[in-house]
């Protein structure tokens, strides 16, 4: 399909293992986003690629986490240890990014549910 | 610092009566502005967008309404339907840069 895909849609791992999460954005989109929305909560920024640029990564909780972008395409969010805390719904965006104010629409993928056991 | 703020975490609204969510900014370099929908088990999905040279931009029941100088928008949905019942996220950008999103408003419309 044209839209940003996530895989898998649901991931029920045991507190303390790592888990890897997959996001392809749509074909020619320079930026790409990763976000989480906990139970009863807003949309919580974690990182942030634009083109060749180095990702903003202010949002990441803790040094578990980490997320890179191969290629300028696919991107991997990593959880190292995880927590139950973790467990949270984790949806990745892609834009065409930087160069005009109406590259800013972002699509939205459906999310991977992450529960941690 | 919250550069985008959607203070009311909900509203309820009777159907066919008009549903005006608020959004307020802090940056005012922000040149672009939307809204989102999101449903439940659903990735947000994009609504409406209006560019700081804009104050009103419209499509169909929704329209968006920017006040530069207050940095403030709204969205206005008229006549409010109980399928419009969701969480709506205003988001903000710099020249197609990083897109902040506000909290969210959750919007329920009764029958």
């Known amino acids: 399909g044209a839209g940003v895909s996530q895989s898998p849609s649901n991931k029920v791992t045991e507190k303390g293992k790592d888990v890897e999460l997959r996001c392809d954005p749509i074909?020619?989109?320079?930026?790409l986003y990763w976000y989480r929305q906990s139970l009863g909560q807003g949309l919580e920024f974690l990182i942030y690629?634009?083109?060749?640029?180095?990702?903003?990564k202010s949002g990441l909780p803790s040094d578990r986490f980490s997320a890179e972008r191969t290629g300028g395409s696919v991107s991997t969010l990593t959880i190292q240890r995880t927590q139950q805390e973790d467990s949270a719904v984790y949806l990745c965006?892609?834009?065409?990014?930087?160069?005009?104010?109406?590259?800013?629409?972002?699509?939205f993928g459906q999310g991977t549910r992450l529960t941690v056991v | 610092d919250q550069q985008v703020k959607q203070n009311s975490p909900s509203l309820s609204v009777q159907e066919g009566r008009i549903s005006i969510l608020n959004c307020d900014y802090t940056?005012?370099?922000?040149?672009?502005f939307l809204w989102y929908k999101k449903y439940p088990a659903e990735g947000p999905t994009f609504l409406i967008s209006?560019?700081?040279?804009?104050d009103k931009n419209e499509d169909g029941r929704f329209t968006v309404f920017l006040n530069k100088s207050a940095k403030h928008l709204s969205l206005h949905i008229v006549p409010s339907q109980p399928g419009d019942s969701a969480v709506y996220f205003c988001?903000?950008?710099?020249?197609?840069?990083?897109?902040?999103f506000g909290a969210g408003t959750i919007l329920r419309v009764k029958s």
């Open positions: 940056n005012s370099m922000f040149d672009y």
């Open positions: 209006i560019s700081s040279i804009k």
């Open positions: 690629f634009q083109g060749n640029s180095a990702p903003d």
């Open positions: 965006a892609s834009s065409l990014g930087l160069g005009s104010s109406g590259n800013a629409e972002a699509f």
């Open positions: 988001a903000a950008s710099e020249y197609g840069n990083k897109l902040v």
């Open positions: 074909s020619g989109h320079t930026a």
